[in-house]
T-cell receptor
Framework: DGGITQSPKYLFRKEGQNVTLSCEQNLNHDAMYWYRQDPGQGLRLIYYSQIVNDFQKGDIAEGYSVSREKKESFPLTVTSAQKNPTAFYLC?????????????FGPGTRLTVT | GQNIDQPTEMTATEGAIVQINCTYQTSGFNGLFWYQQHAGEAPTFLSYNVLDGLEEKGRFSSFLSRSKGYSYLLLKELQMKDSASYLC??????????????FGTGTRLQVTL
């Protein structure tokens, strides 16, 4: 079955630690995206990647980093510089970044930092 | 800047019809998506409009007026499982080839008996 996987579903970390959230897709999609979702707010774009070895900052990239070494994988690192890291993180992919292509979302990772 | 407005919450009765509105002020508009999201789960795609008019897909329809910066999602024959958040997202044209989405805050729909 094709789809997007994110692991783990729940993640707990202490303040000051970096943490990496995984996102893998087997849909052969070129474009991948990371969003965060907070209560009462819409999804906000953190980073996106149009193609392997390329990525762009979204609207709220500060305190985050990404890599895109393989087409299937787009991990997100939440660094200690991110002031409010506790959130629901969603990864998405789309066939390519031009034209009409819906984004498919993974199940999300709920990160809690204390 | 980009601004997308949706009502925060709505309540409707099972079997009824409900219309969820979305208004937007954006530059470089290139289409509007509606997604459904059940609590704690991933959003799932419902519809996409890029031209003015109504797109119908089973019990769900979506309408777009580009000149008015307005869209709505119409849900007919409501079922309890339709209780979810409905997210309006505008697709923007970027200077590169990327196609970014800007999301509204979502409308939480509660379907009651």
């Amino acid at each position: 079955d094709g789809g997007i996987t994110q692991s783990p579903k729940y993640l707990f970390r202490k303040e000051g630690q970096n943490v990496t959230l995984s996102c893998e897709q087997n849909l052969n999609h070129d474009a991948m995206y990371w969003y965060r979702q907070d209560p009462g707010q819409g999804l906000r774009l953190i980073y996106y990647s149009q193609i392997v070895n390329d990525f762009q900052k979204g609207d709220i990239a500060e305190g985050y980093s990404v890599s895109r070494e393989k087409k299937e994988s787009f991990p997100l690192t939440v660094t200690s510089a991110q002031k409010n890291p506790t959130a629901f993180y969603l990864c998405a992919s789309s066939e390519d970044s031009s034209g009409y292509n819906e984004q498919y979302f993974g199940p999300g990772t709920r990160l809690t930092v204390t | 800047g980009q601004n997308i407005d949706q009502p925060t919450e709505m309540t409707a009765t099972e079997g009824a019809i409900v219309q969820i509105n979305c208004t937007y002020q954006t530059s470089g508009f290139n289409g509007l998506f509606w997604y459904q999201q059940h609590a704690g789960e991933a959003p799932t795609f419902l519809s996409y409009n890029v031209l003015d008019g109504l797109e119908e897909k089973g019990r769900f329809s979506s309408f777009l007026s580009r000149s008015k910066g307005y869209s709505y999602l119409l849900l007919k024959e409501l079922q309890m499982k339709d209780s979810a958040s409905y997210l309006c997202a505008v697709r923007l044209i970027n200077t590169g080839t990327a196609s970014k989405l800007t999301f509204g805050t979502g409308t939480r729909l509660q379907v009651t008996l």
